[in-house]
């Protein structure tokens, strides 16, 4: 049996809470489920219950109903008092086989009532049944949430580019607005709304190899560097950053084309936005064994050690500011990891000597 503070995360089994005060019927109903793969925790009365299902927070509870000081109906009124462990399911396991008490418990939020002698298969059968069903709600509210979540961050997103549109839309309306001023303007209108298509195209782009798989093609890698900082030139040149591709010969990856370029032009993106004017971000590939490595390396603040350990996270905004005050997006670099993996590769952080950042998408060179 599992020690009252190791959690289910520690070991990766179910966890079954069993709350009985008969040694013997806790041997018998702990020995039967960690045979069947899951892991235990036992409780002998009703206030060692609740402490220990605060500290493991089980998948499912076997709840006797006959217990001296609180009750197995104590017990449960207890769970469904309290929003964090309202939705643990508790199965009644009790020789109390009165219709009376069968109604009141599954009334009161027990979802089965077991009456001992019990039947080892219809046992583990309900446990199994109510841990699918708990697990499935589970994911169904992680889903639930990451959905809601990934609305707010391109609503966030999208609000920043319109704003800085509007602002300077609103400026461009006073006529004596000197021309080197009103054509930064117009600049910063230009990198905004590309900034803003290039953000939904990935999604869309993203949500389309979900959907459809991803077809893997030979490409290029120096058409690709050669494609991304096409599409971000605009942005280069207005913050005076040189974008330099550094290629000894060319040669071919295996990947998806609109895949690859949305890494790439995600990674030079954000170079660009974290890079000072005046400095260059280089672009290169080489290959390593059967593998291909295509980099975006730049000269700006790089990563720190805390920032690292959470670089690929979705929704997560790291603490370093774009140069410009551009935004950033907390789902970028998440979603152009999670491409990578799609086309059998990777994508990776590096510190650079000297200062700045490394990072390398690495894809299968073709078969020969």
Request: net charge negative; charged share 25%; glycine share 8%.
């Amino acid at each position: 049996m599992t020690p009252e503070s190791e959690k289910i995360s520690d070991i990766g089994l179910p966890l079954v809470l069993v709350v009985d005060d008969q040694e013997a019927n806790m041997r018998l109903v702990g020995q039967l489920l960690a045979r069947a793969g899951y892991d235990i925790v036992p409780a002998f009365n009703g206030e060692q219950a609740l402490e220990r299902i605060a500290a493991v927070h089980p998948d499912l509870i076997l709840l006797d109903m006959r217990m001296p000081g609180m009750t197995g109906f104590d017990v449960l009124r207890e769970l469904k008092d309290n929003p964090e462990t309202r939705q643990i399911p508790v199965i009644f396991l009790t020789a109390d086989n009165d219709r009376e008490n069968v109604a009141r418990a599954l009334a009161a939020g027990a979802v089965d009532y077991i009456t001992k002698p019990f039947v080892a298969e219809e046992l583990l059968g309900r446990v199994k049944t109510h841990i699918d069903l708990k697990q499935s709600r589970d994911a169904l509210q992680r889903f639930v949430g990451e959905k809601q979540q990934m609305v707010e961050t391109i609503a966030h997103d999208l609000r920043n580019y319109f704003a800085n549109i509007q602002f300077a839309g609103d400026m461009l309306r006073d006529p004596d607005l000197e021309l080197a001023v009103r054509l930064r303007l117009v600049e910063s209108i230009r990198t905004s709304s590309d900034s803003g298509v290039l953000f939904l195209q990935a999604l869309l782009d993203h949500q389309n190899a979900q959907e459809k798989g991803v077809s893997v093609e030979r490409l290029s890698a120096r058409k690709l560097l050669s494609d991304a900082a096409a599409v971000l030139t605009r942005m280069a040149q207005a913050k005076n950053i040189e974008v330099r591709i550094v290629l000894v010969e060319d040669f071919e990856i295996c990947g998806h084309h609109g895949g690859v370029l949305h890494v790439l032009q995600n990674l030079l993106s954000n170079a660009l936005k974290f890079s000072p004017a005046g400095t260059e971000v280089i672009l290169s590939a080489a290959k390593f064994g059967s593998r291909g490595r295509l980099s975006v390396i730049d000269q700006g603040p790089g990563v720190s050690k805390q920032d690292q350990e959470r670089l690929f996270q979705r929704y997560v905004r790291l603490s370093a500011t774009p140069t410009d005050g551009e935004s950033s997006t907390g789902l970028g670099l998440a979603l152009a990891k999670q491409r990578a993996r799609t086309m059998d590769g990777d994508l990776w952080h590096d510190n650079r000597e000297g200062g700045g950042s490394v990072f390398t998408l690495d894809l299968p060179l073709p078969r020969s």
